[in-house]
């Protein structure tokens, strides 16, 4: 048969699939559906696929099955930045319903090495999650199917005494529903599935994200979000067998199961693990093949960064299963395999939910032994590693260590807090703000993930980063332990109740002559900002000082007077003792201006500008980097900050701001004439902050002097296997790594950090060149700069001693220049303050040399 003709008959199968689409066309055969519950359209008041389903309809159609049938009960397990309802259902029989508690209990267990379990009468879980991207939606749209039949078929029932299915219709609440507003908006009654129509190019930032543009499905391991906490909650609780992750990608594509890739799995996860997920990939196959869908595994994906919900669980003895289904977009569109419907889409993912729940049913047992001995198996391993725990901290900060505690506690990983300081191999951890973590304990792989540093791979191609090592990521101290060393009188436990950020305070009494701020706590600039709107006039110190009573404060320390507030001595200490609660800083009265060092009336010192910021969004703006800047000073500093269009760019627009921020990105949205205006306002005094893609786009305006160093080198020679094209071009992207850099701590960009080595995250091959001018790279890497990840030996050199920050001075202002993401996934806590600094202290900055 012809091509032409191949694509002709598909075309003309997918548009009568859709024209005429109804429970028949999904529901498999054989089985008979109770009267009682009610379907998708009986609530709905359409059919699956003919619209898509908004979440407040996902939500109403689940609260409608749960109120009809006693094998669910749905409870809602959080809420979303937007405050829409997360929702877990819970498919059972009725007599588990009535056991919940104990089948819990018993699978706890599992993780228990020494525990007795009765696997032969111990049921199945099974976890199945839905479109954690908002715009891949033929995962939610097909859980509206999967409820119905497990809730409904008669034939499933008795299954169900030796099954639990746990189901979340759509893991990220507000991105699915900013896409089915887009694309039910601008749908045609008439559907021809050109692919150049509005409804399949949505408008910026798209429905992917979260409401602060994040991928929630790298948040897995970090748990930066509250809907990837409350996920991970249930998770832990549950302790499923099987975790179903259904996706979409690109439309000329057919369909995907895992496993993936063999050679990119993390060298953590046991062979073991490849093994069922390829015997339950045979079920899979044998359904797609009853219905004639096209599908493929083993090609591409890879299970290596632990942070997404098909690989999470495979670090936990339990098996992650990613589904890629080639996305119709909208409601019908035209593909390389023909003309791709929606309701398409959505069978393909019912049925891979149905052959899933076969291969649970058949495995039960098998699954149910494989959890037991995952975790027997750690037992053995973690004995004989030498590594016996972990310890981190900071000696001047506890915030950030406090948030990495938070951050392992959330996996039902104990962490133990100290009750005195200790010094270990010359290093001092205060035990204010230092943790313990033993490798001892059931998460003991999940644990060596966190800590671990690793340069060497099997392959050299990820799909995601290759590094996530959290104290570096946190910029703390830290140590691998060969011993034990600390006995439980010297150690206490820290849970979700008890662990806590002691809250600031003032320290001295009221009526002082000053007040200082040190700037080495994380939320110092929270703590600012608010000093600011509460009209204190606020002072920044470029050189250190001494009060009478022998406390040296840093470059960077806040000086704080009555100012504008209005204030009375009373009214100013009440004020600073609310501030500094609320920021978790300590706030010192001053009782005299004659300091060692400098005094506090000194030229060394700068008042400070409250920052009126603007973010530059849509465009070609990388929405993933603008969100990380708007969630790290909206939901974390308390900042208020305009997200500003570029077409908005133009007349007297910037006046009002001081500040604006950059982030990576194309920047075609903004042109010659924006360009234009950027430079005039940052030759009046303004500070530009700007990462990656945004430097060259100023450079290519002649807004900014930075300057690059050539990636890795083209390939040569005069023939190559083309077979080998993709992984060798592959292998030079730098996915996601971390390196070392050496700090100017004099530099305003530095104030707050006491030690000048520190590590950062890049994911991108944009090599910047030092400034000539040397007092102007606050920030450069070392002659030996990977320290956890791969990277590429041809870019290699593109890193050696190059610049991360550089200053460019335009006029009266200045740019401040950033190679690496500071803020990258919200999770790397120990460069935040990098971004913050050029925020609050770029206006210091003198002439593009520092200080």
């Known amino acids: 048969m012809k091509k032409g003709t191949l694509l002709l008959m598909l075309s003309l199968f997918a548009i009568m699939s859709y024209a005429q689409v109804d429970l ?9 559906y109770d009267p009682n ?4 359209k009986e609530v709905l008041g359409y059919e699956v696929g003919e619209w898509h389903v908004s979440h407040d309809q996902l939500v109403m159609y689940m609260k409608a099955v749960a109120a009809a049938s006693d094998r669910v009960t749905i409870e ?10 997360q929702v877990l259902l819970t498919i059972t029989s009725p007599t588990n319903h009535g056991r919940i508690g104990q089948i819990k209990a018993e699978r706890a267990k599992l993780r228990d090495a020494g525990a007795s379990v009765d696997i032969a009468s111990m049921p199945i879980v099974m976890f199945m999650g839905y479109s954690v991207h908002g715009n891949e939606p033929s995962g939610a749209n097909s859980s509206l199917l999967a409820i119905y039949h497990f809730a409904a078929a ?7 005494e030796n099954m639990v299915l746990l189901l979340d219709p759509a893991i990220n609440p507000d991105g699915l529903n900013r896409f089915a507003s887009w694309v039910n908006s601008h749908k045609s009654y008439n559907l021809n599935g050109d692919p150049n129509g509005r409804e399949y190019n949505e408008a910026w930032p798209r429905g992917r994200t979260n409401h602060y543009w994040f991928d929630l499905n790298r948040d897995w391991l970090p748990v930066q979000h509250p809907e990837s906490r409350n996920r991970v909650r249930v998770f832990q609780d549950w302790l499923p067998n099987i975790h179903l992750d259904f996706h979409e990608m690109g439309s000329n594509s057919t369909f995907f199961f895992q496993p993936g890739v063999p050679a990119r799995m993390h060298p953590l996860t046991p062979e073991k693990n490849f093994e069922l997920t390829k015997k339950i990939g045979a079920y899979h196959a044998k359904a797609l093949d009853k219905i004639g869908s096209l599908y493929y595994n083993q090609e591409n994906y890879d299970d290596f960064y632990y942070g997404k919900g098909s690989t999470y669980p495979d670090v936990q003895g339990s098996i992650g299963i990613l589904f890629e289904q080639a996305s119709s977009r909208g409601h019908l569109q035209e593909t390389d395999y023909g003309m791709l419907s929606f309701p398409f889409t959505i069978r393909n993912q019912f049925t891979a939910n149905l052959s899933s729940y076969q291969a649970a049913k058949e495995m039960r047992q098998e699954l149910n032994q494989w ?3 995952f975790y027997s198996d750690i037992k053995t391993e973690s004995d004989a590693d030498v590594n016996k725990a972990y310890i981190f901290g900071s000696k001047e900060d506890d915030a950030r260590s406090y948030h990495l505690a938070d951050l392992i506690i959330q996996h039902d990983i104990e962490v133990f807090s100290l009750k005195e300081d200790i010094t270990l191999n010359g290093q001092e951890f205060k035990k204010e703000n230092s943790y313990i973590v033993p490798a001892n304990q059931p998460q003991y792989r999940l644990i060596k993930a966190m800590f671990e540093t690793r340069t060497s791979f099997a392959d ?12 570096m990521a946190f910029n703390l101290d830290y140590q691998a332990l060969n011993s034990r060393i600390l006995n439980l009188a010297s150690v206490e436990k820290v849970d979700k109740t008890n662990l806590k950020m002691a809250p600031g305070k003032v320290i001295g009494a009221p009526g002082a002559y000053q007040y200082a701020m040190e700037w080495t706590d994380y939320y110092a600039p929270k703590a600012a900002n608010k000093l600011m709107n509460a009209g204190f006039l606020v002072r920044v110190a470029h050189a250190e000082f001494s009060t009478p009573d022998g406390k040296t404060f840093g470059r960077g320390t806040i000086l704080i007077g009555k100012g504008d507030s209005g204030m009375d001595e009373n009214a100013m200490y009440q004020k600073l003792n609310e501030i500094a609660a609320a920021a978790h800083v300590d706030i010192y009265a001053i009782n005299t201006g004659y ?3 400098i005094n506090m009336g000194s030229t060394f010192t700068d008042p400070l500008d409250k920052p009126e910021i603007a973010l530059l969004v849509e465009g070609g703006v990388d929405s993933y980097e603008a969100g990380e800047i708007w969630h790290l000073l909206d939901q974390r500093m308390e900042m208020a900050i305009t997200l500003l269009p570029m077409d908005a760019i133009g007349g007297n627009t910037l006046d009002r701001y001081n500040v604006i921020l950059m982030p990576d990105g194309r920047y075609n949205g903004l042109g010659k004439s924006g360009a234009a205006t950027l430079k005039e306002w940052i030759s009046k005094g303004g500070t530009l902050v700007a990462k990656g893609g945004a430097l060259r786009f100023l450079v290519s305006q002649e807004v900014g002097l930075f300057t690059f160093r050539a990636g890795s080198e083209p390939e040569t020679g005069l023939q190559k296997n083309y077979a080998d094209y993709e992984n060798a071009t592959g292998a030079k992207v730098t996915g996601g790594a971390i390196f070392n850099a050496k700090l100017d701590l004099t530099h305003p960009i530095g104030y707050g950090y006491t030690n000048s080595d520190i590590h950062t995250f890049r994911n991108d091959n944009l090599f910047m060149e030092p400034s000539g001018n040397p007092y102007a790279n606050p920030l450069v890497y070392t002659d030996s700069p990977l320290a956890s990840g791969y990277l590429h030996p041809s870019n290699l050199e593109g890193l050696k001693n190059g610049g991360v920050i550089r200053i460019s001075s335009v006029g009266s202002g200045r740019i401040v220049g950033f190679a690496d993401n500071m803020n990258f996934r919200a999770f790397w806590f120990g460069t935040n303050k990098l971004y913050l600094n050029a925020i609050f202290f770029g206006q210091t900055i003198n002439g593009g040399t520092g200080r």
Do not use: C, H, N
């Open 154 to 160: 008669s034939e499933v029932g008795p299954d169900l």
């Open 37 to 40: 519950i009610p379907t998708p």
């Open 460 to 471: 050299s191609l990820f799909y995601d980063i290759s590094a996530w090592t959290y104290p």
């Open 24 to 32: 028949s066309y999904y529901l498999p055969q054989g089985y008979t």
């Open 371 to 373: 959890m037991k001995d």
């Open 595 to 597: 300091t060692a060092g």
């Open 76 to 85: 809602e397990t959080g809420r979303t930045y937007e405050k829409r309802p």
